[in-house]
């Protein structure tokens, strides 16, 4: 039996903290950094992509489930509005049901925590959070507790996407 191609969930924290590198553009070459090399290995994985604007703000209905069709959600990133309610948007993750959840963000969260978004990423897939600029590392490692993921601190777009690419894997 083979595994079950991975479903991919993309929050991206859209929010003014974040380093200009990893906002417009650039949001839209990390996502595309993270999608080609995904469906390379696994040309039926999904992916579904969201800003974090008070929750997830999927931009698209569905799921992608083609390169072309995650390049496409990736690319609405670029002019996506966003915010920093990280634990809503992760609870808004956890019901798309991914094989895991990889999250760009400084972790400088908005909201506070209520029981119902600890519990559900507790009991849901792990979280990679793509930590970028300026970090609040103790809610990162709040959130890697939970969800058995992990926080990886990164500067540049080809650290961040070696870092998801190994979480799939």
């Known amino acids: 039996n083979e595994a079950p191609p991975p479903g ?3 929050p991206y924290d859209k929010s003014s903290s974040l380093p200009p590198q990893f906002l417009g553009q650039g949001a839209v070459d ?9 469906y390379a290995k696994y040309p039926m994985a999904e ?5 974090i604007n008070f929750g997830a703000d999927w931009v698209s209905g569905t799921w ?18 966003g915010s ?15 094989t895991v959840i990889l999250m760009v963000t400084d972790g400088d969260a908005t909201e506070t925590a209520e029981p119902k978004h600890k519990a559900a990423i507790a009991a849901g897939v792990p979280v990679l959070s793509i930590a970028v600029g300026t970090v609040n590392q103790p809610i990162l490692d709040e959130i890697s507790t939970l969800s058995q993921g992990q926080s990886i601190p990164v500067t540049q777009l080809s650290q961040a996407t070696a870092a998801a690419i190994a979480e799939i894997d």
């Open 64 to 81: 992608a489930t083609t390169l072309a069709e995650a390049q496409t959600q990736v690319a609405a990133l670029g002019a996506a509005p």
């Open 8 to 10: 991919v969930v993309l």
């Open 47 to 51: 992916v579904r992509v969201a800003a």
């Open 84 to 98: 920093s309610e990280i634990w809503t948007a992760l609870f808004d993750a956890e019901k798309e049901k991914p």
């Open 30 to 38: 990390l996502g595309n950094q993270i999608v080609a090399p995904l």
